[in-house]
């Protein structure tokens, strides 16, 4: 069964510094997203793409946060200067154009700002 | 926006007992709505979904509710097995925006 791709699984990093993630979605699935996932609380969207075009990143902290897209096949997820409230699971997930409201997630990346 | 509540944040049930989980959404506009499990360090999956034209669905012990005049929605899980612990999360969406998700719901299944 194809899966949602992402690496690292694990980031631990000091606070000001830079981190990326990327993300790899299913063969096929024009819809990428990023979403956010605090310890004990339900995902939060930060941005969608429709293959290389952001559709909604308004809850994106854009001075600090920024994703692309550019081949309209993976992603990076950067955050510059990373701060100790960044710690959080950020989970990749993408879906059929057809079908978007079922989403597919990756296992996610766990980063620890330390 | 959309705004979905869930509850309760934490359920324990014997094994075998059934577990209900609620929801209730803000958006009269949201016509979908899916519930995912998420197993400890795990990614979270669909398990199952309903949309606004039926009331209920059912997949062996899964069963999803729909009550659109009062907006909200339930999942059942009967015959609870350990193998069914895990965080579930309700969500909604009108399919123009993307999925908003409730604050999760910890199950534990006692043997």
């Known amino acids: 069964e194809a899966e949602v791709a992402q690496s690292p699984r694990y980031k631990i990093t000091e606070k000001s510094q830079a981190v990326a993630f990327w993300c790899d979605p299913i063969?096929?699935?024009?819809?990428l997203y990023w979403y956010r996932q605090i310890l004990g609380q339900g995902p939060e969207l930060l941005v969608q793409?429709?293959?290389?075009?952001?559709?909604?990143d308004s809850q994106l902290p854009k001075d600090r946060f920024s994703a692309e897209r550019l081949k309209g096949v993976d992603s990076t997820l950067k955050i510059q200067p990373a701060e100790l409230g960044d710690s959080a699971m950020y989970l990749c997930a993408s879906s059929l154009v057809a079908e978007n409201e079922k989403l597919f997630f990756g296992s996610g990346t766990q980063l620890s700002v330390l | 926006g959309e705004n979905v509540e869930q509850h309760p944040s934490t359920l324990s049930v014997q094994e075998g007992d059934s577990a209900v989980i609620k929801c209730t959404y803000s958006d009269s506009a949201s016509n979908y709505f899916p519930w995912y499990k998420q197993e400890l360090g795990k990614r979270p999956q669909l398990i199952i979904d309903?949309?606004?034209?039926?009331g209920e669905k059912k997949d062996q012990r899964i069963a999803v509710t729909l009550n659109k005049t009062a907006k909200h929605f339930s999942l059942h899980i009967t015959e609870t097995q350990p193998e069914d612990s895990a965080v579930y999360f309700c969500a909604a969406t009108s399919g123009n925006t993307p999925l908003v998700f409730g604050k999760g719901t910890r199950l534990s299944v006692i043997a």
């Open positions: 793409f429709q293959d290389e075009s952001v559709v909604d």
């Open positions: 063969s096929g699935h024009a819809t």
């Open positions: 309903i949309r606004s034209n039926v």
